[in-house]
């Protein structure tokens, strides 16, 4: 009885792969409907209105780490005056040299470069719109307004003092 159930099963396997010849006969029908290939078509891609253009990395007050260092040339640096250049330099460029007091305070204070420049009370030294609201003795309080990263308008005071002799306390 085992002999037989051996000899269907080996007749069974042998009829099923006879069946699988390796090669494709397109000619050979399965029953089923053909698959119909499918129609690729070419699209253009959409242009982006005006308004999607505009949109872009814009933040004020702090300088945009994605755009070059601007270059000021030597004649560009002649021409502007005391205003402009002490608008253009950082307040840790800057340090105060000196303060002459009385009726109208003036301060002196020196670039990176050593170059010297007088500022008053209201003049606007620094970025963020940095304005010196106060000149006494011991220093220069300078006001600057500026935007945090959510739109909020902050003030920072910042106070730039004299350097102290050796031996002064």
Same mark, same amino acid.
């Given at each position: ?13 042998s ?10 006969? +397109?000619?050979?029908?399965? %029953? ?21 253009q505009?949109?872009?990395? +814009? ?10 260092y ?14 402009? @250049? ?7 460029? @800057? ?25 008053? +009370? ?12 106060? @000149? ?21 005071e ?7 002799? +050796? %031996?002064?306390k």
């Amino acid at each position: 009885m085992n002999k037989k159930i051996i000899i269907v099963l080996l007749m069974l396997v042998s009829f099923a792969f006879s069946g699988c010849s390796g090669s494709k006969d +397109e000619n050979v029908s399965t %029953g089923l409907p053909a698959a119909k290939k499918p129609v690729v078509q070419k699209v253009k891609p959409a242009a982006p209105s005006e308004e999607e253009q505009k949109t872009g990395y +814009e933040v004020q007050g702090t300088r945009d780490p994605f755009q070059a260092y601007e270059i000021i040339k030597l004649d560009d640096y002649s021409r502007m005056g005391t205003d402009e @250049i002490l608008q253009n330099v950082t307040l840790g460029q @800057i340090a105060l040299t000196g303060v002459i007091l009385g009726n109208d305070p003036k301060a002196l204070v020196q670039d990176a470069s050593g170059t010297g420049y007088i500022i008053k +009370e209201g003049m606007h030294v620094g970025e963020n719109s940095g304005i010196v609201t106060k @000149i006494n003795k011991d220093g220069v309080t300078i006001k600057q307004h500026f935007k945090d990263y959510m739109g909020k308008v902050n003030t920072r005071e910042v106070v730039l003092t004299l350097k102290k002799e +050796e %031996g002064e306390k």
